[in-house]
């Protein structure tokens, strides 16, 4: 790929050195949007949506980072389904798409390590899953916030969104009702003081017991090269500036219901968002899926 053009209505005319090139953004209403083979929307949720439909009208593909058109939000104006970007349960639907809608950080890490359950009809029917993720102050965004400081941050922990009523919760709950799971969700996001990741601890009921939990993780994403399942719990450093998720799973002693303990580990910019983004173009464009990504 070759860069065509990068907006930034905050910091249009500025000049900045990524990847040891010179980039000069352009203010959004000047991108020429013809000149690009696909594009791709970090515009914030509810701005999106207007450009990406643009960029359909030029007749070019778009990637959209938002969660405009995630499941559980809009639509495109013309009632077409847009393909859910995760990537390894959605191959199919994102090879040759024109327009994707790229998962939220959170919904990456949950998700991914859902699915084989799901799909194997393993989850006890109508129980509760249970989340606890902490994620990098990255997550919140580029936007200056005074409680995002890192002088405000660091040395502490804590839990926001608290009541289960997080955004992505909309497209988690959707998601996992097209794998044909009919479970509550219940998400309790944290912040953590370090610029990038995200843990997620997931707790599951199952419909019966099973001998290995690994098993099922491994036959699901055996020839995936951004899964690793692993023996050992994973930490944020194992996936830091990485396109993978680490899943890893035991069972939990010392409860009545057969349950396992999944946690579940990613860079929320990487695999959560930019990285994921450019897998999925790279299978709308026909590029070879692992091409310009850390593994």
């Known amino acids: 790929m070759e860069l065509a053009f990068a907006t930034a209505q905050g910091q249009a005319g500025q000049s900045v050195r990524i990847g040891g090139n010179d980039l000069t953004f352009i203010a ?106 902490a994620s990098g102050v990255t997550g919140a965004g580029y936007s200056a916030r005074p409680d995002l400081l890192f002088a405000e941050v660091s040395e502490d922990f804590r839990a926001y969104a ?32 370090v610029a990038r990741g995200i843990l997620a601890t997931i707790v599951v ?23 690793d399942v692993s023996g050992t719990t994973p930490a944020i450093r194992d996936v830091a500036r990485r396109n993978t998720v680490r899943i890893s799973a035991v069972k939990a002693g010392n409860t009545a219901v057969p349950t396992l303990i999944i946690t579940s580990a990613i860079d929320n910019l990487t695999k959560g968002a930019a990285g994921q983004a450019v897998q999925n173009a790279n299978l709308m464009l026909g590029i070879e899926e692992t091409a310009g990504l850390p593994a």
């Open 205 to 227: 009921r199952l419909d019966h017991d099973i001998e290995d939990p690994l098993e099922v993780f491994h036959a699901a994403y055996a020839d995936e090269p951004f899964i």
């Open 28 to 133: 959004t209403e000047d991108a020429r949007l013809e000149d690009a083979a696909l594009v791709f929307s970090a515009l914030p949720h509810g701005a999106s949506l207007e450009w990406v439909e643009k960029v359909r009208a030029a007749g070019v593909k778009a990637v959209d980072l938002s969660s405009d058109l995630r499941p559980g939000h809009h639509r495109l104006a013309s009632g077409e389904p847009v393909p859910y970007g995760l990537t390894e349960l959605m191959r199919s639907q994102v090879a040759g798409a024109d327009t994707v809608a790229n998962p939220g950080c959170y919904p990456t890490a949950i998700l991914l390590a859902l699915a084989p359950l799901a799909t194997e009809n393993l989850l006890e029917h109508g129980s509760s899953i249970t989340v606890s993720a």
């Open 162 to 193: 608290v009541g289960n009523e997080h955004r992505h919760l909309a497209e988690m709950r959707s998601f996992l009702k097209q794998l044909g799971a009919s479970n509550d969700l219940i998400f309790t996001p944290h912040l953590l003081p």
